[in-house]
């Protein structure tokens, strides 16, 4: 569950992610006319980063068929784009990818060395719509009179059923992986996702040693 939404704030992404939108529908008809296929801002945005709170945001990416071959598009593309702050990309296959940025708004054109201009994609920087969530440690469900004979409470989770390392949620924020350092929501590493205490398997108790 999200916490509070912030006032105003889904309003504010929906202007942005319009004004991304109308920017980079102006762009590929001035570098590609008639090619690129009109397009609505979808009426929700996508979440982009599982953080507490979440990140949401817009983006739009157009493969462009036919491909507009004009040798000098990509000059066109950095005229077009002359307010923007702008770097050039080189590959070892000879295409260019022009990054270009501002406002929170970002858009890379992929230029092939044969096939011109393939590839369009705007990308609006990511928002939260709600205030942090806050997480409470869950209360003990397993009382010590309430153990069952020959049983102790369980002494990880002390009668609490829920993973500690957790508090019951299933996931913790950030951690590492084979890929290295994560940010955002993972899945625990002690309950594997279940949010149960792994030691008591959620009965709050164990036999006793």
Do not use: K
Not at 77 to 92: F, G, H, K
């Amino acid at each position: 569950m999200a916490g509070e939404e912030i006032p105003g704030a889904r309003e504010e992404l929906r202007r942005r992610g319009e004004r991304l939108y109308a920017e980079f529908a102006a762009l590929l008809e001035a570098l590609a006319p008639g090619v690129a296929p009109s397009a609505q801002l979808p009426e929700h945005p996508e979440i982009t980063a599982f953080g507490n709170p979440l990140s949401f945001g817009h983006h739009r990416q157009v493969v462009l068929d036919p491909q507009p071959t004009d040798p000098d598009l990509l000059a066109r593309a950095e005229a077009q784009l002359a307010d923007w702050q702008r770097t050039v990309e080189r590959t070892e296959s000879g295409s260019a990818v022009l990054h270009a940025w501002r406002d929170g708004m970002t858009i890379r054109l992929h230029f092939h060395p044969v096939r011109g201009l393939t590839l369009c994609r705007a990308d609006l920087e990511p928002m939260a719509l709600h205030l942090p969530e806050v997480f409470v440690r869950p209360e003990p469900l397993l009382a010590p009179e309430d153990v069952q004979p020959g049983y102790e409470l369980c002494p990880e989770c002390e009668g609490r059923c829920s993973c500690d390392r957790c508090w019951g949620r299933g996931w913790t924020m950030g951690g590492m992986t084979w890929g290295g350092r994560t940010e955002g929501r993972v899945r625990c590493g002690d309950c594997q996702g279940s949010r149960t205490c792994p030691f008591c398997r959620g009965m709050g108790e164990r036999p006793a040693r």
